[in-house]
């Protein structure tokens, strides 16, 4: 079993950034690829960006890409999602979700990959 907790959402202005974080407890960290997904009111559940157990490889939907990154720090039980240049489209809940694998290299971008969730936390963007 793996717990999942998010932090750093909020409010900001357009072209504003933020930093999400996902502290991970329960298990050993570095045998889970780890992703984000959000989900805007009224929408379903998108992927928004993976990484991989060593955190060698990323993947992005292709509206975030060249703004936002995914990192991780095994050390920490931590993925991170820094998201610059914010639009009012990106408003959404955003949710960290974790699957144990074997495979090093795997980057996961389907939210029926995963097995673990966060609860979410809210980004919200003004134009």
């Known amino acids: 079993q793996v717990q999942l907790v998010e932090s750093g959402g909020g409010l900001v202005q357009a072209g504003g950034s933020l930093r999400l974080s996902c502290a991970a407890s329960?298990?050993?960290?570095?045998?889970?690829?780890m992703g984000w997904f959000r989900q805007a009111p009224g929408k379903e559940r998108e992927f928004v960006a993976a990484?991989?157990?060593?955190?060698?490889?990323?993947s992005y939907t292709d509206s975030v890409k060249g703004r936002f990154t995914i990192s991780r720090d095994n050390a920490k039980n931590t993925v991170y999602l820094q998201m610059n240049s914010l639009k009012p489209e990106d408003t959404a809940v955003y949710y960290c979700?974790?699957?144990?694998?074997?495979?090093?290299?795997?980057?996961?971008?389907?939210?029926?990959?995963?097995?673990?969730w966060g609860q979410g936390t809210q980004v919200t963007v003004s134009s």
């Open positions: 979700a974790a699957v144990e694998t074997g495979r090093l290299l795997w980057v996961p971008t389907s939210l029926y990959d995963y097995t673990y």
């Open positions: 329960g298990r050993t960290f570095s045998n889970y690829a």
């Open positions: 990484i991989s157990r060593s955190g060698g490889t990323s």
